[in-house]
DNA sequence: GCAAAAGTGTTCAATATACACCCATGG
DNA sequence: CCATGGGTGTATATTGAACACTTTTGC
């Protein structure tokens, strides 16, 4: 780091979140509808500036989640996405914000927190469709975010940071579904998720089911590398011939 | 993004390069000496303050790189790595750096930019090691920005942004061999990498060698996903059984 | 018994690994 | 003709893909 002079221009730094959750077979995100100006009215992603009292910036990530969303940051994934900071995001003046990545389980306490004006769950499909309108330039975030999941869930155990604290292999599966958008072999995804050590731990309970075998209950293991990698169709390589 | 009292603290926003190079058989970064307080005499990354005139953070992260490196930005690749805040990381104030990941071919022009005091490549293993004296938290950044180089060359054609214009299988192999700190079989890696559509390009050359058969020379190709991937010693799963 | 969902076994293809072997050059 | 590194062939093991089939429940 230099010191160009040391004139250090009036920019703000501010902290988003992506929070995103698997919900009636849908990949959804949070958003919240903002109350003032700008994009007054329009929905956004969770986020606030970021405090100068000492806090890190995974701290400042975690209390931003806490007080807008009223979710447990305890409870859930939390990894750094990307910053954003391209000149005129924000017509008030330059904001560079980092965004944060949160991976929640489905019924996540009904969206009930201090801050939480109008904080809803929304389909990702419905959230970057032309017609929803999105503040700033949360629409690219959402792209990224989404691509990102896509990619972690391949070669992570952070698929099952979508399901309850108990769930079954099928309801994993359907994670996996839900987020690459593509059906996956039922018998091969069961052998291949409960041979990677760490991944599942039996809780020995059983599901009851209306009509059909019920299945046997998981917990997420220790493991958080998949070795080898969750199968997937190749992604067409949109940057060049693959 | 909400906007709690929009009081906005004094942080200042500054961008950093880890630019990475293999060069004698060695993974190498690119430092510069301090030349004023704090940390002063010590090694640094490249970067500076972020200027506050109409200007993408990838775009300073271009202008920081060409500005203290004399490298120049469009011959090679760079990404976003992480953005680090942690309170008390530069003692003067507050100040979040998005850190920048570069990846430089060999002999990249030999280090001579404009604002370049001390610039030099340094051994990663020598940069990291106790004796040396680091700026701020750049051990942490160079420990990310290597982590990232060796999983990034996994799955991508990256391996090739580390090799001149022109190269042969060879040069690509010994990249991934350092990179990775581990040896691979050279007649297995070379069918592999021929075989992937879009990695290398022949050019129709050839190398003058000193004893032994004459190397056909590559092009990076338009490729940037490997499908598969460079096949790996599975790595030890640190935050878990793997 | 039948439908439905869970879970197992088996076959076949694709890929990784190991290594024998041939090729092309300089000395 | 030998040393040296480039490059190909091939056998074996591992993994993925497809799918027949058995298990266990509700009705």
């Known amino acids: ?8 221009p009036e920019i703000a730094v501010a902290v988003d979140l992506a929070v995103l959750t698997v919900r009636d077979d849908a990949l959804q995100i949070m958003l919240v509808e903002r109350g003032v100006e700008p994009f007054r009215g329009m929905q956004a ?3 606030g500036f970021l405090s100068d009292v000492a806090e890190s910036l995974d701290a400042a990530a975690e ?3 806490a007080e807008e969303t009223g979710l447990d940051p305890s409870a859930l994934h939390l990894e750094q996405l990307h910053t954003y900071g391209t000149p005129g995001r924000d017509p008030r003046q330059r904001v560079v914000t980092i965004c944060y990545l949160a991976f929640a389980p489905d019924p996540p306490a009904p969206v009930a927190g201090g801050d939480a004006r109008a ?4 389909p990702v499909a419905t959230a970057l469709h032309p017609g929803t309108r999105l503040a700033f330039d949360h629409g690219e975030i ?3 975010a989404v691509e990102r ?3 972690k869930i391949e070669y992570t155990t952070l698929a099952a940071a979508f399901c309850p604290p108990e769930f079954t292999v099928a309801e994993l599966r359907r994670v996996y579904e839900v987020v690459w958008g593509e059906l996956l072999d039922p018998r091969n995804f069961h052998r291949k998720v409960t041979g990677v050590a760490g991944f599942l ?3 020995g309970g059983r ?3 209306q009509g059909g075998r019920p299945a046997a209950l998981y917990r997420r293991g220790p493991a958080h590398l998949l070795h080898p990698a969750m199968p997937r169709s190749p992604a067409p390589d949109a940057t060049g011939t693959s």
């Open 63 to 65: 209390r931003e989640l």
């Open 207 to 209: 599901t009851t089911r």
């Open 119 to 122: 904080a809803s769950w929304v």
């Open 45 to 47: 992603l969770p986020g």
């Open 201 to 203: 731990v039996p809780t």
């Open 1 to 8: 780091m230099t010191d160009n002079g040391w004139k250090i």
């Open 142 to 144: 959402i792209r990224d």
């Open 149 to 151: 999941a896509r990619n």
